[in-house]
Structures are given as C-alpha cells and as structure tokens.
C-alpha cells in the first residue's frame, strides 16, 4: 500500500514540479509586461471574482431549499446541481449558447426586450464560469444546512426571536466557515475555467480572454509563456485548497 501510495502521490505531483522546474525565471519580469498578460489577468480575477458573487447569491438559497425543505422534484434538482460538475465544460458552453445565446430560449427574449446580448462579453464570460463554479457552493452549504442544530433555532423562535434574527444569530455562526469554504471553492473553480468560457464567451483579448485562454494561446507558439502563464493559475488555487482543506478536512467528500 505504501508503495502504490506513493506512487499515486508522486503521479499528481511530478506535472506541478515540471512546471515550477521549468518556468522562465530568469526573464520573469518581461514575460509578464508582455501584451495581453496583464489584460488577462485582470479579467480573470475580475471574472472569477464577480462569479463567486453571483454563486454566493444563488447557490445559498438553493442549498438551504436542499437541505430543509421537502417538495416534489427535490432529488431530481440535487442531481441537475451536480451537472456542471460531470459534463465536460465545452457541452456546458454548448449548453448556455442554446439557452442565452443570441436565438436561445432565453436570450432571444433578452435581446428583443432589454437589449442584452451575453455570448462574447465579458458578461457572458462571468455567466460561464458561475455555471460550473455554482455546484461548489450549493454542495458545501447544503451540507451545511443540513448539519447545523436546528434546535437552537427552533428554541430561538420560541422565545420569540425572528427569522430574520434566528438566521442572524443562530444559522449563519453556523455555517459560517462551510460559506467561506464554498466561496473559495468556487472561486478557484472559476478562475481555471476554460472550455465553457471559450464556447459561449470566445477569445477576445481584452474583453473574453481570461488567463486559461491566453495560457492555450502561448502553448502553440511558446512553451515558457505558457508554464508562467500556468503558474499564476496554480499556485493561488493550490494556495486556496490548502486553506480550505485545513480549515474543513471534510471538503474532500466533494
């Protein structure tokens, strides 16, 4: 066991080594001022963060449906939240085009009603990287939910407290660090996303290039951009799962 052990250690460890071995320290400074570097990182963090917004938003009052609430359909919409995560992202981008593209289910509307059109915007490079990074949250805090002592609440009610306060109060101490655990989570899945944004957003530099985009790009014309280009990717995900596996060692049942 311990030799197999290993060896799968070893197997996840030696592609990491390989990029920090032969990234281009030596120019580092010139790499990273050369143009489209800086566009795309900005975007990314831009992107990723604005997405863990929009998941935070949508994915708590989901999990919290998940996790106290009873209605027809319940397991069925557990198992859809778990899509993003299993499709490959490119059908997933496939997926929003059909849907909010320009003659989509909904984005036809949007666009002959407000004027919103999302495929090759930036907004629509935040609407691809919340799909696939919205399961993180819903996962974490239906998990939650669902653990927390729902009778603090319910003796907190009957004393005469609020829901507003009992959630204040009692639920969000709680679920505090499950939240922020799912907020990192998502936010390292966003920043790493590539296929989805590609499909439904593009590669527009500037606007839809993110920092995976550009990293393919240099991949076909110069290998040392693209392993620097890599790194910055890396090292703040690694650093954010390292955090996140520290503080809730229960995160690996994801």
Do not use: H, K
Not at 125 to 144: D, G, K, S
Not at 157 to 171: E, F, H, K, N
């Amino acid at each position: 066991m311990w030799v197999l052990g290993l060896a799968g250690a070893a197997f996840l460890v030696l592609p990491l080594l390989g990029l920090v071995l032969r990234a281009p320290w030596s120019d580092l400074a010139d790499r990273l001022s050369r143009p489209g570097v800086t566009d795309a990182l900005r975007l990314s963090l831009l992107c990723a963060t604005s997405s863990t917004g929009v998941a935070l938003l949508l994915g708590v009052p989901l999990a919290w449906l998940l996790a106290r609430q009873r209605f027809p359909g319940r397991t069925l919409l557990r198992a859809v939240v778990l899509v993003p995560l299993l499709l490959p992202p490119v059908v997933s981008g496939v997926g929003l085009l059909v849907a909010l593209g320009r003659r989509g289910l909904l984005g036809e509307r949007l666009d002959d009603w407000f004027g919103v059109r999302l495929p090759f915007t930036t907004a629509g490079v935040v609407v691809a990287v919340t799909y696939v990074a919205l399961p993180f949250v819903v996962i974490t805090m239906e998990a939650a939910f669902a653990s927390t002592d729902r009778g603090l609440e319910q003796a907190a009610a009957t004393l005469g407290a609020r829901p507003l306060t009992v959630t204040r109060t009692i639920t969000l101490p709680q679920v505090l660090p499950s939240l922020a655990a799912g907020a990192m989570l998502a936010w390292a899945r966003a920043i790493g996303e590539f296929g989805a944004t590609v499909t439904f957003a593009g590669n527009l530099q500037g606007e839809t290039q993110t920092l995976p985009l550009a990293t393919f790009l240099a991949l076909e014309t110069d290998l040392d951009q693209a392993i620097l280009l890599s790194l910055l990717l890396l090292l703040p995900t690694i650093g954010l799962l390292a955090v996140v596996r520290s503080r809730r060692p229960g995160i690996g049942s994801l």
